[in-house]
């Protein structure tokens, strides 16, 4: 796979295609509370926090083969190359991110109020 370099978007229909499980994915982060389980789970190195342009965080993110349940996507991931790929609202974005065997990857998207770029 073109050096490893995949969506996450594309997660459950590649690891469907190459018998391999989906990597492990939680989303959340509603609420404060919430906000520092998610942190404090340390087996997930990679974070995707979604927000507006504003700086508020948005929720009900494309990403997987669900919706976002929150501002924030924690991820699992083998060391590798990937691009992160999320749609708010129709509009799709896309990072590349080295993920390493120690440390989090975090990233950050946002879209202006009607999800555009």
Known sequence: ????????????AAAAASAQPAPPVRTGGIGEEE???????????????????????????GVAAARM????LLADLPPG???????????RQSRDVVVGRGGRQDIVMQWDARGLR
């Open 81 to 91: 190359r990937y691009r992160v790929v999320a749609v708010y609202q129709g509009a």
């Open 35 to 61: 906000r520092r389980a998610l942190e404090s789970d340390a087996r997930y190195n990679l974070k995707l926090v979604a927000a507006n342009r504003a700086g508020q965080y948005v929720s009900d993110v």
């Open 1 to 12: 796979m073109l050096a490893r370099l995949i969506g996450i978007i594309a997660f459950a």
């Open 69 to 72: 349940a929150g501002p924030w």
